[in-house]
């Protein structure tokens, strides 16, 4: 069954659909970024400072979420923004909405783990379901928005 037959062609089934589609995007990115702690820090291959590799991976892992978000999740919505300058705009908007994701996700952990003795796995998974929400409504709204010119349609959802 297609999530357009589960939720119909509305606005709201149109933003669940790219919601999950950024998800989709997101777990992609942690497998890269996993990949890439693996072939810089593992003692089996380069064996380089745990930190450093950490804010490579991250790095490259951001860059991975944003070619895959706009070439397929917000695809339509930054259109005619495709090159250039508009473009590396985009990603700088997306790297710091990520880097502030990643801040508040350590937050919204320390809090619940630390403040209101949640388990530790429990408050991360929280945390990242709440971080993603915002890290999507945020891209979506600053990141992908559309001209003041265009409005949105039923087909590009957003602000």
């Not at 250039?84 to 801040?103: A, D, E, P, S, V």
């Not at 508040?104 to 429990?122: D, E, K, M, P, R």
């Amino acid at each position: 069954m297609k999530l357009t037959e589960t939720f119909g062609e509305s606005a709201p089934g149109l933003l669940f659909k790219r919601y999950a589609k950024f998800c989709i995007v997101g777990g992609t990115g942690v497998m890269v970024d996993m990949g890439i702690i693996w072939l810089l820090a593992s003692s089996s291959m380069l064996r380089w400072n745990l930190s450093l590799s950490k804010v490579i991976a991250a790095e490259v892992a951001i860059f991975n979420n944003f070619i895959w978000n706009d070439v397929w999740t917000f695809r339509g919505l930054g259109a005619e923004r495709t090159a250039g300058l508009q473009r590396l705009i985009r990603f700088l908007k997306f790297n710091l909405i990520c880097l502030t994701g990643i801040t508040l996700s350590v937050l919204f952990l320390n809090i619940q783990a630390f403040w209101l003795g949640i388990n530790v796995y429990l408050a991360n998974f929280i945390s990242i379901v709440l971080v993603s929400i915002w890290n999507f409504f945020m891209n979506l709204r600053f990141g992908w928005s559309q001209p003041e010119h265009q409005p949105a349609n039923a087909t590009n959802i957003g602000p």
